[in-house]
């Protein structure tokens, strides 16, 4: 699994605009605590500004995970 800070609206935007790369490829969770949000839900993801949340891509592409988290630390 992968963090991300959700420090603001511009952070969850960008991580939202990021994860729309990858839809229709694979499922991502987002994980804060014991909440698990569908990581293309704009408003679930919104929800959950001010936190370090837990990024999982739903894929046993391996290739595929390397290139999300490459993006993923991209954004940061």
């Known amino acids: 699994m992968l963090n991300y800070n ?3 609206f511009e952070s969850a935007g960008k991580f939202i605009k990021m994860c729309d790369k ?3 490829r694979v499922e991502i969770d987002v994980i804060c605590g014991r909440q698990n949000i569908d990581a293309y839900s704009m408003l679930g993801v919104h929800s959950l500004i001010g936190h370090i949340v837990s990024v999982d891509p739903l894929t046993t ?3 595929l995970k390397r290139e999300f ?3 993923l630390e991209n954004i940061k």
Do not use: I, T, V
């Open 6 to 8: 959700l420090d603001s």
């Open 61 to 63: 592409d391996e290739d």
């Open 69 to 71: 988290a490459k993006d």
């Open 22 to 24: 990858y839809k229709g």
